[in-house]
């Protein structure tokens, strides 16, 4: 399994149009094959600025949404919004000490 987050940063005039969007969304990402949960968090401080946090079985299963139709409709949707270019990282979990019921809750 790995986890992907991408930093997204949106012009301060953007930002509830991405909100009321990603609402439409969430949900084919978050039970895309191979996906197995999402979270969007949002910056406390920035809040032009929001990430994604999400599981995936393997790196063909991330790259097979990333060359999906779905995304072929998302990500073009969203890129004239960003202030700055976006970041991801695919990691793998060195340490987890989350309790994982906690977790499911935020």
Request: with cysteine; aromatic share 16%.
């Amino acid at each position: 399994m790995i986890t992907r987050i991408v930093k997204l940063e949106f012009q301060p005039e953007r930002i509830n149009e991405f909100l009321l969007f990603f609402d439409e969304v969430k949900n084919v990402i978050n039970t895309f094959p191979g996906c197995s949960g999402m979270k969007l968090y949002q910056d406390l401080n920035n809040s032009n600025i929001v990430m994604t946090y999400s599981h995936w079985e393997n790196a063909q299963a991330l790259n097979n949404y990333r060359n999906s139709e779905e995304f072929g409709k998302i990500w073009p949707t969203i890129k004239p919004w960003f202030s700055k270019a976006p970041e991801a990282w695919s990691v793998n979990a060195y340490f987890n000490g989350f309790n994982e019921l906690q977790d499911n809750n935020t």
